[in-house]
């Protein structure tokens, strides 16, 4: 994690010198809209919007349209990447009215937040929020184990009279392990581990957590009734489902046994679950009955990629850029999500060449239409309508891609999806459609916006319909590196810098961004 923060202050890089927006290359235009994207979702600006202390006529914590009596009762606790970050803001906000938190956070990140200088994020000395760190590669350890045993110890002394404030964001799940008995904690890990590797959808990983878990599925809320509960969540899924973000510890719900046996017959597990397993499962897993009465749950998300995405637009046509954001909800595998970009820049670029791109532009808009219904990105056909022959056109889209590893290479989905677009794009020039591409300057930007893709020091990259051909004269074959899911290995090959984007850890996580910046080169 460390030396993915040599560039970290970049992302904090406020102005641009006296440059005019229209002088500015692609390629500062993209880091500046990825740049504010991100800061927009920071925890602390995030928790300044979403909560406020209000003192008049007695003190209350307000969110939103509600507000909940703050009377020496409020006690917090998260987990999450994002949450040391929330809960320092949080902290800062309440100031002497919290009375006591526990957090369980990703190991090693104090020490890289204090590397990188980013003290804002940390808890001041003397804080009454206790720090676990666990979770080690992203996985439940005893760390994250004794976390979750303290924040379960938390809630369940709790009254009618108290507030527990819990925040909440991507990576949760694993730093909030407590399986029920007997369920061994590697157990459960086994049983997870089994199911990624056969394809499960997070969807399916999460109905085996819950049923498997103290904590999830409403366990927490279970937990801390009757106090009241309040929690801030940043979301990391796409479309922002409260029950599916770290497994839904705040959301009542538990799945059935029967569902659970489903799932497991469906990837041939069900010899491979331990005895402790199949005892829980053959008993009822919903645990103790959720209250009749749920209003002592609020649950509101703060912070979201379609939030990222709205500031993105905005900076965009600041910039002078026709803006569309094309869906928060881009998903499927990078090399059809590669094609659709390919053919959009294309439908792009064959407008800006006036009538005698028409013919073509209803092919491709065609093929356009054909692969949103296949990824399932409703609403493209309107959006297509209104893209016109716009001298700059800026295409935003957020989401989260999924690569089929084939070979040994060390990338991310966001690096392989870059990388995959200029092949698309290369081998698009040779159709007539294509051709047209020469008349625009076109730049492809993916990155995800806690900072690091994959096992790699790089968020994402940059690429354009050039950058085959540019590797080609370098001696790079572009589709032996995609091939070998090496595309981190690809652009650290280039030493102009403006390849790889490299952002350092952020202290946030909505899910990836996409922006496409397509300008006229007569312009």
């Keep these: 994690m460390t030396s993915a923060l040599k560039a970290l202050p970049n992302i904090r890089r406020a102005g641009w010198g006296h440059a005019s927006p229209r002088h500015m290359s692609l390629w500062e235009h993209g880091l500046h809209l990825f740049r504010s994207a991100v800061g927009v979702v ?40 994002a949450v040391l970050g929330m809960a320092a ?27 990188a ?23 439940p350890d005893r760390e994250a184990l004794r976390a979750a045993s303290m924040i379960r110890e938390l809630a369940e002394g709790l009254t009618a009279d108290d507030l527990l404030l819990v925040l909440i964001s991507g990576g949760g799940s694993a730093l909030l392990p407590a399986p029920t008995p007997p369920i061994l904690l590697e157990e459960k890990e086994t049983i997870t581990k089994l199911l990624a590797s ?30 009241q509960v309040l929690s801030l969540i940043l979301s990391d899924v796409v479309g922002d489902p409260v029950d599916i973000i770290a497994s839904g510890p ?47 749950v609020y649950n509101v998300v703060i912070g979201s990629n379609s939030l990222a995405l709205e500031e993105a637009r905005r900076q965009a046509e600041g910039l002078g850029y026709w803006t569309l954001i094309l869906s928060a909800a881009v998903c499927g595998d990078v090399s059809r999500v590669a094609e659709l970009y390919s053919q959009l820049i294309q439908f792009v670029c064959l407008g800006a060449a006036g009538p005698g791109g028409g013919a073509l532009r209803g092919q491709v ?50 690096q392989q999806l870059a990388l995959q677009v200029a092949l698309e794009l290369h081998r698009a020039k040779a159709t007539e459609a294509g051709s047209f591409l020469g008349r625009c300057e076109v730049l492809f930007l993916s990155g995800g916006t806690d900072g690091q893709d994959g096992p790699t020091e790089a968020a994402g990259a940059f690429s354009s319909p050039e950058l085959v051909e540019k590797a080609s ?18 652009f650290s090959k280039f030493q102009s810098g403006h390849h790889l984007l490299l952002t350092g850890l952020t202290g946030t996580n909505v899910m990836d961004l996409q922006v496409v910046l397509i300008r006229a080169r007569d312009c």
């Design 89 to 115: 803001a949080a902290e800062e906000i309440l100031g002497h009215h919290l009375i006591r938190g526990v957090v369980s956070v990703p190991h090693g990140i104090q020490a890289c937040l204090q590397q």
């Design 198 to 227: 056969r394809g499960a959808a997070i969807q399916e990983l999460n109905t085996i957590r819950k049923a498997l878990s103290l904590l999830k599925g409403g366990g927490l809320a279970r937990a801390a009734y009757p106090a």
């Design 42 to 81: 920071l925890p602390a600006p995030m928790m300044r919007r979403a909560l406020a202390l209000e003192t008049n006529g007695g003190t209350r914590l307000v969110v939103g349209d509600r507000a909940f009596p703050v009377r020496r009762n409020l006690h917090l606790v998260g987990f999450g990447k």
């Design 473 to 490: 004269r370098e001696g790079l074959d572009v589709e032996k590196f995609l091939s070998n899911n090496d595309s981190y290995t690809f």
């Design 117 to 139: 200088g980013m003290e804002a994020m940390l808890l001041k000395p003397h804080s009454r929020i206790q720090v676990i760190e666990g979770a080690k590669h992203n996985l």
């Design 365 to 414: 808009r065609g093929a356009l239409l054909k692969l949103a219904t296949e990824l399932e990105i409703p609403g493209l056909k309107e959006a297509l309508q209104g893209l016109g022959p716009e001298r700059s056109v800026c295409l935003l889209a957020g989401g989260e891609t999924t690569v089929q590893l084939q070979g040994s290479g060390k990338g991310g989905r966001n």
């Design 250 to 296: 705040t959301v009542y719900g538990s799945p059935r046994a029967q569902d659970c046996l489903q799932i497991l017959t469906k990837y041939n597990l069900l010899s491979a679950v331990p005895a402790s397993v199949q005892m829980v499962l053959s008993r009822s897993v919903s645990g103790p009955p959720a209250p009749a009465d749920r209003s002592h």
